[in-house]
């Protein structure tokens, strides 16, 4: 699994750190979701798990992993979901938690993003997750987003 950190950057226990949480806060709902973002001849991927703690907030943990740039937009958007996904079920097999799924991919028609919706919502929904895009909710996506640049 990937190395997750906290943003003191400490390195966490995924597994150990959500229970911690879920103890605390029976009504959590945990967000886990990818951004991305060229610079110079780099690409940033970061994944981020957010937990909700209703109206008290949220905190997080990511991880950030730089590859050589990935210049195709729909390539580099399509590796979000994987990498999101890949985390959601490693995570699930974990623990047994309900989480959402943010895809950081607009409704409106006129972004690229759109045409990405279709098969990888459908590809989340078959998978069990609940799923949100712009303008929906964007926990995860927001802190990824942050972390990115």
């Given at each position: 699994?990937?190395?997750?950190?906290?943003?003191?950057?400490?390195?966490?226990?995924?597994?150990?750190?959500?229970?911690e949480?879920?103890?605390?806060?029976?009504?959590?709902?945990?967000?886990?979701?990818?951004?991305?973002?060229?610079?110079?001849?780099?690409?940033?991927?970061?994944?981020?798990?957010?937990?909700?703690?209703?109206?008290?907030?949220?905190?997080?943990?990511?991880t950030?992993?730089?590859?050589?740039?990935?210049?195709?937009?729909?390539?580099?958007?399509?590796?979000?979901?994987?990498?999101?996904l890949?985390?959601?079920?490693?995570?699930?097999?974990?623990?047994?938690?309900?989480?959402?799924?943010?895809?950081?991919?607009?409704?409106?028609?006129?972004?690229?993003?759109?045409?990405?919706?279709?098969?990888?919502?459908?590809?989340?929904?078959?998978?069990?997750?609940?799923?949100?895009?712009?303008?929906?909710?964007?926990?995860?996506?927001?802190?990824?987003?942050?972390?990115?640049?």
């Open positions: 699994m990937k190395r997750f950190k906290s943003v003191d950057n400490r390195v966490i226990d995924v597994v150990e750190h959500t229970l949480i879920m103890k605390r806060y029976p009504n959590l709902k945990v967000h886990i979701g990818t951004d991305s973002q060229n610079i110079g001849l780099e690409t940033s991927y970061v994944t981020v798990i957010a937990y909700r703690f209703g109206i008290r907030g949220v905190h997080y943990i990511y950030k992993e730089k590859v050589p740039l990935v210049r195709d937009m729909f390539t580099r958007l399509f590796d979000e979901c994987v990498r999101t890949e985390v959601a079920e490693w995570f699930t097999q974990q623990i047994n938690i309900n989480v959402e799924i943010d895809m950081d991919y607009n409704q409106d028609e006129i972004a690229p993003s759109h045409k990405l919706i279709g098969a990888t919502r459908g590809w989340a929904l078959s998978l069990g997750y609940k799923v949100n895009v712009k303008p929906d909710i964007q926990i995860a996506t927001k802190a990824a987003d942050y972390h990115c640049r």
